[in-house]
């Protein structure tokens, strides 16, 4: 059974920092694509970034240059290192794989960025 569980969200200041993680429970996460989404209120869930099994990723334009997406394939977990925060960052951010694809969607964690 496929379980998402994200968390390391929290409240920041503008410019500073916070590292995500996603623990994936399931028997599919070495064979697959992992994705960050971010939920902004009243909007749609949008992909940020993706990380494929050896290692590649790709970015949203707005987050080049300040995210970091990687994974430890041995745990399982995918990261978000976020650098450089901004009040338009500020979000629900989930995990999960490829859009078509996904699994059942976990709590998310919630980002807000703010003076």
């Known amino acids: 059974q496929v379980r998402l569980v994200e968390s390391g969200g929290g409240s920041v200041r503008p410019g500073e920092s916070l590292t995500l993680s996603c623990l994936a429970h399931?028997?599919?996460?070495?064979?697959?694509?992992m994705c960050w989404y971010l939920q902004a209120p009243g909007k749609q869930r949008e992909l940020v970034a993706d990380i494929t099994i050896d290692g590649r990723t790709r970015y949203t334009d707005s987050v080049k240059g300040r995210f970091t997406i990687s994974r430890d394939n041995s745990k399982p977990i995918v990261y978000l290192q976020m650098n450089n925060l901004r009040p338009d960052d500020t979000a629900v951010y989930y995990c999960?794989?490829?859009?078509?694809?996904?699994?059942?969607w976990g709590q998310g964690t919630q980002v807000t960025v703010s003076s």
């Open positions: 999960n794989v490829d859009p078509g694809s996904w699994y059942n």
């Open positions: 399931g028997d599919f996460f070495s064979r697959t694509t």
